[in-house]
T-cell receptor
Framework: GAVVSQHPSWVICKSGTSVKIECRSLDFQATTMFWYRQFPKQSLMLMAT?????????EQGVEKDKFLINHASLTLSTLTVTSAHPEDSSFYICSATPSWGSLAFFGQGTRLTVV | AQSVTQPDIHITVSEGASLELRCNYSYGATPYLFWYVQSPGQGLQLLLKYFSGDTLVQGIKGFEAEFKRSQSSFNLRKPSVHWSDAAEYFC???????????FGTGTRLQVFP
């Protein structure tokens, strides 16, 4: 099956710094990737749709200036949490869909802890 | 509004017992339906999906789910639970022309020996 890889798996950063999370489709191309956030003991909430070569589409309530998304190639999307604060601590998961299919494959997630 | 409801936050079963996890959805069009499993600190693994056709779908690890349009439900079942099935289970719904998913709140499954 298709593989989606996220890096890093976990990161701890100081409040006020920025953190970049990568989402790569290893064996397929994806024109669209999705970024989700999961708070402890809660469900996944869609943050934004990442479109290759164009601006991301953010869900209502998600600050686009805080969560910068760059989808520079058909196999890589990045999520940068800018000026991170403790309330941004969460589990971030991406998904990608091969151009030949309609099924989304999920990365293993990135646990962000802001101290 | 589009939504997914998983009424059971936490379920505990004995190993070998049968299992049913409930999922109800509210969706304007014919949905794509999914069940995912998540182990602690891990990503999501797809158990099964329903797009069209036979309303009883078989998945991995011995799981199955039945789509009941009249009840707007897509319940997950397994005849005999194994201790390794302990995890968080998420039901999700998507549109036919997009891969954006709406997730339920999840059901945490505990399995006792």
């Amino acid at each position: 099956g298709a593989v989606v890889s996220q890096h890093p798996s976990w990161v701890i950063c100081k409040s006020g710094t920025s953190v970049k999370i990568e989402c790569r489709s290893l064996d397929f191309q994806a024109t669209t990737m999705f970024w989700y956030r999961q708070f402890p003991k809660q469900s996944l909430m869609l943050m934004a749709t990442s479109n290759e070569g164009s601006k991301a589409t953010y869900e209502q309530g998600v600050e686009k200036d805080k969560f910068l998304i760059n989808h520079a190639s058909l196999t890589l999307s990045t999520l940068t949490v800018t000026s991170a604060h403790p309330e941004d601590s969460s589990f971030y998961i991406c998904s990608a869909t091969p151009s030949w299919g309609s099924l989304a494959f999920f990365g293993q997630g990135t646990r962000l802890t802001v101290v | 509004a589009q939504s997914v409801t998983q009424p059971d936050i936490h379920i505990t079963v004995s190993e070998g017992a049968s299992l049913e996890l409930r999922c109800n959805y509210s969706y304007g069009a014919t949905p794509y339906l999914f069940w995912y499993v998540q182990s602690p600190g891990q990503g999501l693994q797809l158990l099964l999906k329903y797009f069209s056709g036979d309303t009883l779908v078989q998945g991995i690890k011995g799981f199955e789910a039945e789509f009941k349009r009249s009840q707007s439900s897509f319940n997950l079942r397994k005849p005999s639970v194994h201790w390794s099935d302990a995890a968080e289970y998420f039901c999700a719904v998507g549109a036919r022309n997009t891969d954006k998913l709406i997730f339920g709140t999840g059901t945490r499954l505990q399995v006792f020996p």
